[in-house]
């Protein structure tokens, strides 16, 4: 799962561009040859990395399709997949596929991780792992190396703003101009994804597919009941967004949600005086602005790096996600004030992960991997990206009255795909079907607002959704990051899976069911 505390969300951490084209032929498509359909899998045991697909008995295998599912005839590309049998087979349902999120996040062995959560669901379905399309152990797309660039030792908000330009730029030009990822990179897109997850079902002999999919993961599935939704099955879909927003406007709309989850984490804050950021929720909102303030002017400089204002925005943006990380986000806040002040601060546990983390090689293959895919898609769950980077500063500037402290990071250039020289080759998907979907989303979600699921909720016009009262990024299995469960939604989901009926009624949750 993608929840542990230091991990990055990678859709809205990575952003980027679009082109639309007539939405009559949204949700068209040119079938694939069945000679894709009746290909022959060989199945081995798992890369040896993946111990626990090993250790499960999964075996792996690579399913061909084409790179242009519009030119089944026209080159290839593979797609690792893993497979762990129902151990039930009496009361087997099928397949079950997952997606973790991203985009840009690798699943081949998600779904197995799921099987906690599962319990004996899991026993039910054969569980199916798949790297998307460019990512992992599928054919890969690869972007050249970029060059570290360090913050400056002085800098300002202007500053900080055209440094995003040139590494959005950057970004856009090592990816691009690299190898053979001109011909390639059209075809990254969400509604290739799901072609490939189509594919994946019919190889497997299996008349449909169940699934399950977070944050970007639950826009693929929606995406996928919308092309095929004669081929759905049990679709679960957790903290989704607003099929008619454009990646710009769901990633905007995030800010009041974020300053409100400040002010809650700020009341927490201030009831536990241990953390000496303040006694009232102003006070400890105040030493988050200063800390700010400090860093748009000198970067602050901790374990051998400099940690800007931007950088900073997004680690907060992260740690709000879920309350179970208020006490880590209140260390790292005050390590990092002490730091920037001047005192002799030695940074403790939480800020030291926090560095590792921002160093690692995983992160930043998954904000590559976020990249590719929103460039590809022409419209929801991506696009929308202005082409002027002006447009973003206007809207950082005008957002601070009433966001001071996240209106930079959703509004400013983040977007690599207004430089893309690549062009979508189709538009985003249109929702509106009655498949039966069962959707799960936290009320007080601040990474995709709560109002989006409720846009979506309209579309999938047969859908129920399970509503959890807390302030999270992920309802279901959340015991598998270490965060607190809801049982009652983990208890929707499974009955769901194992065969039961969608819930009558919307339902909503409270934190302790």
Known sequence: MMRATFTMTIGLGAILLAGFTPAAVANSWVPSSASYEHQRLTWRPCPARYKEL??????????????????PGGPTIK??????????KAQRRGILLSNPGGPGGTGLANTLALRPALKDVAGRYDLIGFDPRFLGESTPIRCAAARPVPPPASTSPRRDFEAS????????????DHGDNARLLPHASTRNVARDMDVIRSVLRERRLSYYGVSYGADLGAVYTQMFPGR?????????????ATQYELFRRTGEPLEKALDEWAGWVARHGGYRLGRTSSQVRAVVRGLLDRAERKPVPVGG???DAPVLRLVMRQLLQNREHDATLANVVRDLAGISAGKPVEPGPDLTGLLGLLGSPELADGMVGGALFMCGDGGWPAGGWPKDPETYWRNIVRGRATQPVFAPFVNGMIAPCAFWEVQPREPGTSIRNDVPVLMVQARRDNNVPYDGALALHRRLTSSRLVTADIRAHGVYGRALGGLRPVACVDRAVNDYLRGGPLPARDVTCEPRG
Request: hydrophobic share 40%.
């Open 232 to 244: 759905a099955d049990r679709m679960v879909i957790d903290s989704s967004t607003d099929p008619a």
């Open 54 to 71: 090993n250790r499960a008995g999964a075996r792996c295998a690579k399913v061909t399709v084409p790179l242009d599912h519009a030119d």
């Open 165 to 176: 330009v040139r590494s959005a730029r950057d970004t856009a030009r090592r990816c691009v």
């Open 305 to 307: 790096t400099r940690l």
């Open 79 to 88: 797609i690792a997949i893993s497979r762990v049998a129902a151990s039930s």
